[in-house]
């Protein structure tokens, strides 16, 4: 039996702030004054919000619905379920022209019995927001629209939206489908960090599928030349209004717009501009730690190694005002003791980052690796040693 010389350990308990839903801290200057039911501005990296109204109102999300058939999709591919050259037979539920519930919406014009890539099927939906290139799709993905639709719900709650239930697989109106402003900035963030091969779709200007006129991107903000527009979606229906989330990059700063409700087509662009502009104009994103570069090495105790690296798993970003990014200051607190076995990502502190000697931001200081426990022998020195550290210290 092996012999524990561990003494216990208080943990320190506090508060992290999150950045899923983080707000920012500082004062702002005036929010402009958007016409659409409800809006959000996001930083894409830090994931603080910097204005909304209305945000948490649940509203039909239209076509937007398609981020979320985009994001089951790319996680299929980038798992290796299913691949671009797939070939999928188009079913009778999937004709364009057969159908009666796709009458007079956005399709990509499959034909019953034909067979088309994922690759096209994909672009179809992203591009040309085609209604049947979702229902082909979520048949070759999960077997049936209604698995299919299991997974975007699944997904939703992994990724945290709380506001949010999905009922067909492309957007259509329908009982019990419903989203947030907040909420699609949010599975836009996730649809850009964790499938950038699926979002670079996202910023092409058409697509064509038959030999006939291309069709093209609805989002009219990737042809504006005065922001660097790379994507998301739009959405129509009577029920929701017009609705666009956007996203735009501005030197290491990224913000997304979620603009739901707004009264007309070129409207809907108009006000996410408003909100982009205005973002990039008042505020930037910091850098202070990078992605698994240490901000400290401990000590620790009973381990097969000496130290343990800490920092921040992913890096650490924070939304700062313009100009102010290399003014960001960063201290940190650690456990006095820590102990192994310790994974990767355990919490052993907490980091504060500062700006004017204010803090604007927490996050946890954690391990940034493994470390396993020693043998029976080192555990013995370790204790002897940990007990004069005790004593002197």
């Known amino acids: 039996m092996k012999i524990k010389f561990k003494s216990s350990l208080a943990i320190f308990a506090f508060t992290i702030c999150s950045s899923a839903s983080a707000e920012i801290t500082f004062s702002t200057p005036a929010i402009p004054q958007l016409d659409a039911a409800a809006y959000i501005l996001i930083d894409a990296k830090s994931g603080e919000i910097l204005a909304q109204s209305n945000a948490e109102q649940q509203r039909d999300p239209a076509s937007l619905t398609k ?3 985009s994001y089951v999709v790319g996680q299929a591919l980038q798992s290796g379920r299913i691949k671009n050259d797939d070939l999928v037979t188009v079913s009778k539920d999937a004709w364009a022209t057969g159908n009666p519930v796709l009458k007079g ?3 990509m014009f499959l034909e019953v019995g034909k067979t088309v890539s994922v690759a096209n099927l994909n672009k179809g939906i992203i591009i040309q927001s085609g209604n049947d290139a979702c229902i082909a799709m979520a048949e070759h993905v999960a ?10 719900n699944d997904y939703a709650k992994k990724i945290g939206l709380q506001h949010t239930h999905f009922e067909t697989v492309h957007g259509l109106d329908a009982p019990g489908q419903y989203t947030t402003a907040k909420d699609m900035a949010f599975l836009g963030q996730a649809l850009i960090r964790d499938l950038p091969t699926e979002y670079a779709i996202y910023k092409e200007k058409e697509f064509t599928y038959t030999l006939a006129k291309p069709q093209l991107n609805r989002n009219g903000l990737l042809w504006d030349t005065t922001l660097n527009v790379d994507g998301i979606k739009t959405g129509h229906t009577n029920a929701a209004g017009y609705n666009l989330v956007a996203s735009a990059v501005d030197g290491n700063t990224r913000l997304i717009s979620a603009v739901l409700g707004g009264r007309t087509f070129k409207g809907r662009e108009e006000e996410s501009k408003k909100l982009l502009v205005w973002g990039f ?3 930037e994103t910091a850098n202070p730690i990078k992605a698994g570069i240490p901000l400290v090495n401990k000590s620790i105790w009973y381990g097969d190694a000496n130290k343990v690296p800490l920092g921040v798993i992913n890096g650490a970003y924070l939304t700062v005002p313009k100009g102010r990014a290399a003014d960001v200051q960063v201290q940190y607190t650690a456990n006095d003791y820590i102990y192994a076995p310790i994974t990767k990502g355990t919490t052993v502190g907490k980091i504060q980052f500062l ?5 604007i931001n927490e996050q946890s200081l954690v391990a940034l690796q493994d470390v396993e426990e020693t043998g029976f022998l ?4 370790d204790w002897i040693c940990l007990q004069f550290h005790k004593l002197f210290s």
């Open 355 to 359: 700006l004017d000697d204010k803090v």
């Open 105 to 107: 919406s956005s399709l």
């Open 143 to 152: 077997g049936s629209q209604g698995a299919f639709v299991n997974l975007m």
């Open 67 to 69: 981020m979320m058939t």
């Open 281 to 283: 104009r008042f505020f």
């Open 378 to 381: 080192g555990s013995i020195w």
